[in-house]
């Protein structure tokens, strides 16, 4: 079992960043890889990026590649997705999740826990 909080939420004008923090409850927090997604009003929750058990490898959807920067702390049971060159287009709520401990990354359908969301908001 893993529950998930998210934080860092904010509104920032475009051009700006934003770091968002992921703090899991649980005594395996290395069995799990962690994702964020996102869902802007009226569109469909969208996978952006994954960071596996030790932080060795990383997966970013092309829209956020070379801006958004997801990381691990394994000793605070924490992810961060750190934020640049935020866009208006990047507004939604993000959300982290987990797939099943021991699970690697796969499709967005294995995210099976997932956190409340917190709202980013950017503005032109």
């Known amino acids: 079992q893993i529950q998930l909080v998210e934080s860092g939420g904010g509104l920032v004008q475009a051009g700006g960043s934003l770091r968002l923090s992921c703090a899991a409850s649980t005594r395996t927090f290395t069995s799990y890889v962690i994702g964020w997604f996102r869902q802007a009003p009226g569109k469909e929750r969208e996978f952006i990026t994954a960071?596996?058990?030790?932080?060795?490898?990383?997966y970013y959807a092309d829209s956020v590649k070379g801006r958004f920067t997801i990381s691990r702390d394994n000793a605070k049971n924490t992810v961060y997705l750190q934020m640049n060159s935020l866009k208006p287009e990047d507004t939604a709520v993000y959300y982290c999740a987990a797939p099943p401990p021991g699970t690697a990354v796969g499709g967005a359908a294995d995210f099976n826990s997932w956190g409340q969301g917190t709202q980013v908001t950017v503005s032109s």
């Open positions: 960071i596996t058990w030790s932080g060795g490898s990383t």
